[in-house]
């Protein structure tokens, strides 16, 4: 509780939330929330340092906290009202619970209030900030309260039982009069959260139709690294946190990061990356060198010694001697040892029959003196039950996550963000791509490509006098049109049934497996498993050669060379997505 004075001087109580501004919480934690900060946002303040019973010096002026969900946009009506979706523990941000957060109310309607000078403050009129001695304990968060309204004014006997909603300060000893604390605010929001209107690109609104094609362009592009990573906040604190444990404690860890393709997993890693070293800069955590391999990259699963052995000392050698060396050094302790973090990207193709490449990557971590943190990233979720023998599994360790498709709305807004307040597109042209595409498959990437097809298209046309300049519905049809006609799909739905039989088969074959190949063997019993379901004859196992070797020539599938006869591995040339959406059609 707090004690406030009314009009009339007297002392009523009312009930204390903490907030934190943006200004106030550290750029390097800032990073946490993913996305850049809305110049309205405050948060909800957990920290143990502030007290909830204070006394408060005066009232300063009404105003309107409003809760938000954490999907929901920020609106940009009201300049005055302040919006909060998270809380702030000095350490990490968290989904404001409903019981904690703010109610929100319409904004009061009270007459100007004349500020209450404090009786020690010497004078009603108060000195230059630059005259008052400096006071590094007082904190300046805005701090609220929920309280009976005030008596009405002298005259009038009625009382009112609204609530209402006032910022005021705590009362801390030495204080500062209420002119300085509103100077104070003032002086300090203004030098780092920039009024709302001078994020807005200066007449973007002015800009010919064309131009703002243009525009869009390179933000669509899938290589395009934008600013924020939308809908990915949860994930991306916990990774952040995650990997900051490890590296301030000095210890090891594995984690096992799964989900479909263009479902952020790699880029959410990055952005991970990029604030732990701006981190590592400003010397708020130690330093710690970053690896990053990729199982797509490699000719042979122990090429992985090679090139972390490479990119950790600038060494080269074979892959045996690479293991050697990198068990010897992730097994001694050295002097003045940095953490490695490893990244490790389409780990599903780094299995060995022995696996023991994804054994050591996994032990070395558990090594005391090792230091090496260890992120993996696989398309399957359940991988490690799938493909890992036991011993590899136990040493992988429970700490997994997983990135579910994105929604229609997620990947509505990754456009919006991506376009970055630039009027492009019609809203039932984007609402299309982002519900077909989220039907589909909830790829993000083919989402860009689509939307920026698109705008090729709209760009193409914009010499016709009648259009509106917007990517419209007909613009996105045709881009659909000709992404789901393309000359591999058109293939498939031209094949014959058995060769459409052995496409399913394969697809079927991988998610068995977890893995992204197989051996003609393996796809040929499901292949015969199909055609059973399906009521027709089997195929003998050189027939089956010959429909797989037609689809080889046809560049649908990659083969092994054909002299290794049923133990030739097979792979697919297009997306899965693409197979099934023809066999669906056809």
Not at 321 to 327: D, K, S, T, V, Y
Not at 366 to 391: G, K, Q, S, Y
Not at 479 to 487: I, N, P, Q, V, W
Not at 511 to 525: K, N, P
Request: glycine share 4%; proline share 7%; net charge positive.
């Amino acid at each position: 509780m707090s004690t406030l004075k009314d009009f009339d001087g007297r002392q009523k109580k009312a009930v204390v939330q903490w907030f934190v501004r943006v200004s106030e919480v550290p750029v390097s934690k800032l990073k946490l929330l993913g996305r850049e900060p809305h110049p309205q946002e405050i948060f909800y303040y957990q920290g143990r340092s502030c007290d909830d019973e204070v006394d408060a010096e005066s009232i300063l002026r009404p105003v309107q906290v409003k809760r938000l969900d954490g999907a929901a946009p920020f609106p940009d009506g009201d300049r005055d009202a302040l919006y909060v979706k998270l809380s702030w523990d000095s350490k990490t941000f968290k989904v404001l619970d409903s019981e904690l957060a703010p109610p929100s109310c319409p904004k009061p309607s009270l007459p100007p209030l004349a500020p209450v000078l404090p009786a020690c403050s010497g004078s009603g009129v108060p000195r230059p900030r630059s005259a008052r001695p400096a006071h590094p304990g007082l904190r300046h968060h805005a701090m609220t309260s929920t309280f009976p309204s005030l008596a009405s004014l002298p005259g009038n006997h009625a009382r009112r039982e609204e609530t209402k909603k006032c910022v005021f300060r705590g009362m801390r000893q030495p204080f500062l009069s209420s002119h300085e604390f509103v100077s104070c605010i003032l002086a300090h929001s203004s030098s780092e959260i920039p009024p709302p209107s001078s994020l807005i690109a200066p007449q973007r609104s002015l800009l010919h139709p064309r131009s703002q094609l243009l525009l869009c362009l390179p933000r669509l592009h899938v290589s395009s690294v934008p600013e924020s990573l939308p809908c990915r906040e949860q994930e991306f604190q916990d990774i952040y946190s995650f990997v900051e444990s490890k590296i301030v404690d000095g210890t090891g860890g594995c984690m096992y990061i799964s989900g479909v393709p263009g479902t952020g997993k790699t880029a959410t890693v990055h952005e991970v990356m990029r604030c732990l070293q701006h981190a590592a800069d400003v010397d708020e955590i130690p330093p710690f060198h970053f690896i990053e391999i990729n199982g797509m990259k490699m000719t042979d699963p122990h090429q992985a010694y090679v090139q972390i052995l490479q990119k950790l000392t600038g060494q080269k050698a074979t892959a045996d001697h690479a293991a050697a060396l990198l068990e010897k050094r992730f097994s001694n302790a050295a002097p003045r040892k940095e953490t490695t973090v490893l990244l490790v990207d389409e780990l599903d193709l780094l299995w060995t029959r022995k696996q023991n490449v994804m054994y050591n990557l996994f032990d070395w971590p558990t090594r005391r003196h090792a230091r090496l943190v260890v992120l993996t990233i696989a398309n399957t979720m359940d991988l490690p039950e799938r493909i890992m023998i036991n011993r590899v599994a136990s040493r992988l360790g429970l700490t997994r996550m997983s990135f579910q498709p994105y929604s229609f709305k997620q990947l509505q807004q990754i456009i919006m963000s991506r376009l970055n307040k630039v009027k492009a597109f019609e809203q039932d042209a984007l609402q299309l791509v982002s519900r077909k595409v989220a039907a589909l498959s909830g790829d993000a990437r083919r989402c860009l490509d689509i939307c920026r097809r698109a705008t090729e298209i709209c760009e193409h046309s914009a010499a016709d006098p009648s259009a509106s300049g917007l990517v419209g519905m007909s613009h996105v049809m045709e881009a659909l049109d000709e992404m789901f006609s393309s000359a591999y799909i058109t293939a498939i739905k031209c094949a014959s049934v058995q060769e459409q039989l052995f496409l399913r088969a394969v697809i079927a074959e991988f998610r068995r497996l977890g893995l992204e190949e197989a051996t003609f063997q393996q796809v040929f019993v499901q292949h015969q498993a199909l055609c059973r379901v399906e009521g027709l004859q089997p195929v003998s196992v050189s027939e089956g050669l010959a429909v797989c070797q037609r689809l080889g020539a046809c560049r649908l599938l990659l083969l092994e060379p054909s002299r290794l006869g049923v133990l030739q591995r097979v792979r697919l040339n297009v997306s899965q997505d693409d197979v099934l959406f023809a066999l669906k059609a056809d």
